[in-house]
Structures are given as C-alpha cells and as structure tokens.
Nanobody, 127 residues
Framework: QVQLVESGGGLVQPGGSLRLSCAVS????????IGWFRQAPGKEREGVSC???????YYADSVKGRFTISRDNAKNTVSLQMNSLKPEDTAVYYC?????????????????????WGQGTQVTVSS
C-alpha cells in the first residue's frame, strides 16, 4: 500500500525556518520523482518544488533561494527546508509522487501529474 506522510509543519514567525519531511512507504523511492505542493485557503494547489531521481531540481519562482528540497533514498524520506518564511507561505503543504524517475518535464507544477499524495501538514507564518 502506497503511503506518503508529511510532518514538520507548525507556526513560525516571519523570517523563521521549518523543515518538512515526507516519509514514503509501499514503493521504492529511487524510482519516483517527488514533488511538494501547497494550498492556501481559497486558492488552487500550487507546485513548490520537484526532485527527480537523478537529482534534477525544480522550484517555483516564489520560493527560489529560500526553500531546498532533498531526498534520502536509504531512509525513504524527502525533505523541504524552508528558510526566510513569509506570511504568504502560509498553506497546507503536501508531498506527492510522480510515477517516473524524472519530474514531469512540461508541467512539474501540475498536481494531475502526481499519482500519490500525502494528507498534508499545516504551515502558518505569522507574528
């Protein structure tokens, strides 16, 4: 049974940091690209980052230079280090698996490209 479980969300002040983790089970992480998405109230789900099995990276312009995605295949986890957080980063964050080694080349940010999803973890940036 495929499962993705996010953790690490919480309340943080503007300028602070959080590290999200996505623990996967039921499939071999080596063979899948993993994406992070977020959804704020009243907004569509948007792509934040994607990491291919060959370490190719993608980031949304809004998080470049602040967020870093990484993976540990031995531990079956993917992490999202978030620094210099802003109030507009407030959202539920989801990890998702794409059934291919590589992030979707023409639409890594598109939720429909990802077959498996976690339940999400809330990130709130507020003073």
């Amino acid at each position: 049974q495929v499962q993705l479980v996010e953790s690490g969300g919480g309340l943080v002040q503007p300028g602070g940091s959080l590290r999200l983790s996505c623990a996967v089970s039921g499939f071999t992480l080596d063979y899948y690209a993993i994406g992070w998405f977020r959804q704020a109230p009243g907004k569509e789900r948007e792509g934040v980052s994607c990491l291919s099995s060959d370490a190719t990276l993608y980031y949304a312009d809004s998080v470049k230079g602040r967020f870093t995605i990484s993976r540990d295949n031995a531990k079956n986890t993917v992490s999202l280090q978030m620094n210099s957080l802003k109030p507009e980063d407030t959202a539920v964050y989801y990890c998702a698996a794409h059934r291919h080694y590589y992030c979707p080349g023409y639409g890594w940010w598109a939720p429909y490209e990802y077959a498996y999803w976690g339940q999400g973890t809330q990130v709130t940036v507020s003073s």
